[in-house]
C-alpha cells in the first residue's frame, strides 16, 4: 500500500511540464514503465512513462492517464537499487521509502488536500511583504522568494475552512479530549468522534479540522481511550514494514539505466530543500541540509541581485525589441520600392499587352514578338492576385501621403503638403468633411493631430507643418489663414470671417443689438469652444471696441447670481459726451 | 440698451453713463480706462463742488453711509466703485493736479481741487474785496468761518493756505503773526493781473 500513502494522483493529460514547480526541472522521461507496489505488481499501473524532474517522479498512465496517473516526491525516498534483469525479467528500480512521520501537518508535503498545499497558494510575507507566487515547490514556497526569510505558519485553519466556526465543545456535548490519540495514532474528531488516519487534517466524516497531536504518542497508556474500541476507524493502512515501504518501476523498454542515473542525480541534488535555509523540524532530514551551496537567496544581497537580475532581462527584452524594430525599418524602404516596382511593371505589362496580342501583319512588328511572350506568360490572374496581395500589404497605396523623398525640390514639396493638408482640413473634392467640418476656428493642435492621424505613416513633425501653414490660404477656398491669439499664444486657423477685424465688428454689431453678453454666450452665438471665444474676446478688447462690466462689486446679494462672470458691452466711453451736472 | 441722466435726492444731475455698469469696472485696457477714469474725475469734481465735499477717501467705497454714495454707489444697477478701482482713479487724479494727498506720505485720503488753488486764491482775493476787508487783518478763522457764509466757509487749511501763499507771492496779501497764530492782511495789489 506504500503506492498509495507515499504518492499523490494526478492529471496525466496535463503535459508533465505544466505540473512542474516554478523552481522544478524536468530532466528523464521513459516510456513502458511498469509499478509493482511493494513486491507486488500494481495491475492499474502497468503501461505507462515515467518522468524524472529535481525534485519528483511522475507516472504517467498509457491508457488511463486521468484517474490512474500519479507523482511521487522524492523527498520520501531513502535509498534505491538496480536490477539489471534477466532473460525474460525485466530491468526494476526499486525505491525504498523512510517511514511517514507520524502525522502529518496540514501544510507539509503528501497529507491535505490540493488547497492546503502552500506551493498552491500565493501568500504574503510577514517581513518583506513581498506577495509569492503560487507555484514554487512546497519546500520552496516556506520561505520567501525575495528576503529568504522562512514563512511565518500555516495559515490560521479557523479562517480557511468555515466548518470550524461551530465552537469545539459545548456543554451538552461529553468532554472529549480535543487532541486525545489512541494507541495507533489515530486522532479522534472534536465534533464526531471519529477516529481519523493520523494523516489526515479534517475529519473524514464531517470535515471538521482534526485537532494536531502536540507530542508523539509517547505516553499512550496513560492517555485513557475516548471512546469504546468499537468505533469505526479510517481503514488501517498495512503494517509498513520496511519491506513493504517501496515501490518498484519496471522498464519494459529498457532505458532503466540512463533513467537510474538521473534518477540518483535528483536524490542526491535534494532540489527540494531550500538552501541556506533551516527546514521546520519536522521535516526529515533537516539535519543533513547541505550548506555549503553558494546561491544563497536570502537577504539584502538577494532582494538586490532579484532587482538587477529583473532590470537586466528586461533591458535584454528592450533591446531586442529595438533591434527588430530598427531592421524593420531598413527594410521598410526597399518593401515599398519593391512593391512599387511590382506594381508598375504589372501596369505597364497589362497596358501593352493587348497591343502586342493584336495579330502582327506587318513583318516589322517581328521583333515585338519576343516581349508579347513574355508578357503572356503573366496570366490576368496573377496580376489580380499579386496586386491584392500588394494591397493587403498596405503596399500599394494609391493615396500614399506625400513624403519628402517623393519630391526632390522643398519648396514643391511644401506646397504639396499644403495642398494635402487643405483635403484634410476641407475634405478633399467637394465631398466629404474635413477636420474643418462647418467650424471656423480649429487649434492648430487639433489640426496637426488630425492631419498625422489621416497620413498614418511617415508623420509631419511640427517644424514642417508650421512651414506648411503659410502656403495654406493657396489652396483652400475660403482661404483658411493662421493667428495667434495673443492672451495664451494659441494659434488657431481660421475661415475669413474669423479674422481680428471681422470678429470685433460682428461681435460689436451683436453687443450693439441684443446688449451685453457673457463670453459664454457669445460661444454660443459664434459655435466656438469657450475658451477660444474668451481668447478672441480679449482681443477685442485690446483693440478698445468692447468694454467690461465685471460686476463682482454688487451691493445687493440678489444681484450675486450674475456676478463673477465677465459681461461685455460695446465700448460706451468712446465719444461719449457729459450729460451730468454742469455749474 | 439706452441710458439716462438721473437726479440724486441731494439734487445732482448724474451722468447717463453713471447708469452703465461698465463704468464701475476696472478696465484692463488702458486707453479705454484712460475714458472711463477721464468720467469718473469729473463725475467726483462736479459732486464735490455740488456737496462742498473737500475730501474723498479710499474708505468712502467701502460701508454704505457715506457722503460719496450717491457717486460710488448705483443701486439702480446693482453696481459700486470698487476700492481698488477708486483708488486708481485717486492716483491719476492726484498726478493730474486734480486733487493732492491730504495728509501727505499716504494713497488713501485726498483733497479734492475742484478749485484749483489759483482759483481758490482768486475767490479769496474777491471775497476779501467785496466784502471791505482790505487791509484788514483776519484771522484764518475769520475766513473760514465768517459771520456772513461765503463760498470759502469750510475751506480746509491746507487750501486756504495754498491760496494765501499765491497771493502773497503776487503781493496781494501778507501774512502777519498774531497774538492767538496767524493772520493775513488782503492787499489791493496790481489788479491788472
Known sequence: MSLRRYTRSVDGTIPVRALLYEDEDLIASQDGIGIYDGTEKSAPHQSGTAHATTHRLFYIDAAQPIARSFELDLVHVARTEHYAGLFTSSPKITLHFHALPAPLSAGDDGAGSAADDPASRSWTCDVCAYRNPPGLSPAASRVCALCGVPRSSAPNPAVDIPGSAAPPTTPTRSPTPPASADADGEIACSVCTFLNHPALAACEMCGTPLPRRPPPPQQQQVQARSAPASRPTTPSADDDGPDTRMIRLSFRRGGDKAFYAVLRRSLLGKGWEVKGVTKPTNTVRSSVTTQGHTATLSGINGILRTVETTAASSQNDMEDALKDLEALMVKWRDMVKLAQDLNERLTAVSTTAPATLAPPAASTEGASTGPALTTQAVEPEEATFIRSSLAQLGAQMPNAPVTLDMIRDERRWVDELARELAGVLQGTGGKGEGIMRQRGVVGLDEVWGGWNRARGVALIPPSTFLMVLPHLPSHTSPPIQMRTLAGSGLSVLHTPPFTRAAFAARLVGLLALVGPKTVVEIAQEEAIPIGLAQEMVVEVEDEGEICRDEGGAGISAAGLSQNGEVRWWVNIFRGYVWDGQTD | ?193
Do not use: C
Not at chain 2, 444731475?13 to 469718473?40: G, N
Open chain 2, 1 to 193: 440698451m439706452s441710458l439716462s441722466p438721473h437726479t440724486t435726492p441731494s439734487g445732482f444731475l448724474l451722468p447717463s453713463i453713471h447708469a452703465a455698469p461698465p463704468f464701475f469696472t476696472l478696465q484692463p485696457k488702458a486707453e479705454t480706462q484712460a475714458l472711463v477714469t477721464e468720467q469718473w474725475t469729473r463725475l467726483i469734481l462736479s459732486y464735490a463742488r455740488h456737496r462742498r465735499l473737500f475730501y474723498l477717501r479710499v474708505e468712502d467705497a467701502e460701508p454704505p453711509g457715506s457722503d460719496w454714495d450717491e457717486v460710488l454707489r448705483n443701486d439702480r444697477i446693482n453696481r459700486r466703485l470698487p476700492p481698488s478701482h477708486l483708488s486708481y482713479i485717486l492716483d491719476d487724479m492726484v498726478s493730474k493736479n486734480k486733487a493732492m494727498y491730504e495728509p501727505v506720505k499716504q494713497t488713501r485720503s485726498v483733497l479734492l481741487f475742484w478749485r484749483l488753488p489759483e482759483e481758490w486764491a482768486e475767490v479769496l482775493h474777491d471775497w476779501a474785496s467785496s466784502t471791505a476787508q482790505l487791509n484788514t487783518i483776519l484771522t484764518f478763522f475769520e475766513i473760514v468761518e465768517p459771520p456772513v457764509p461765503s463760498q470759502l466757509s469750510g475751506i480746509p487749511d491746507t487750501l486756504l493756505r495754498r491760496a494765501i501763499s499765491i497771493l502773497t507771492k503776487t503781493n496781494r496779501a501778507q501774512v502777519i503773526a498774531v497774538s492767538d497764530g496767524e493772520g493775513v492782511r488782503f492787499l489791493a495789489g496790481n489788479v491788472s493781473k
